[in-house]
């Protein structure tokens, strides 16, 4: 299985970007799809979840600016980031959980299985 993220870049404060996470090897038409950041010198941090049927929910800071979304005939999952701000600089992952986590669950980076490489986010103020 290999996840790829990509659609970072650099942006001003108040923008927006959509990140894409394409999986290879599996289907996201089950299991669990979140995707996390980390930005320098913090630890990792849940961003959103989704997983068959429902969106898990969000991280307390982006709740109200980010959305995930899948299309499963792409196999693609999105986060549509808007009215970006400069703590929302990290480089951002998505991951996979091949079953369906429970809310409770969606925080814990353990319960994910695999992981695709970073892409990059900075917002400028």
């Known amino acids: 299985v290999q996840l790829q993220a990509f659609g970072g870049g650099l942006v001003q404060t108040g923008g927006f970007l959509r990140l894409s996470c394409v999986a290879s090897?599996?289907?996201?038409?089950?299991?669990?799809i979140g995707w996390f950041r980390r930005a320098p010198g913090k630890e990792r941090e849940f961003v959103a979840g989704?997983?068959?049927?429902?969106?898990?929910g969000y991280g307390e800071s982006v709740r109200g600016r980010f959305t995930i979304s899948r299309d499963v005939a792409k196999n693609t999952v999105y986060l549509q980031m808007n009215s970006l701000k400069p703590e929302d600089t990290a480089d951002y992952y998505c991951a996979s959980a091949t079953s369906n986590l429970i809310s409770s669950e969606r925080w814990n980076p353990n319960n994910y299985d695999y992981w695709g490489q970073g892409t990059q986010v900075t917002v400028s103020s």
């Open positions: 090897g599996r289907t996201f038409s089950t299991g669990t």
């Open positions: 989704i997983r068959s049927g429902y969106v898990l």
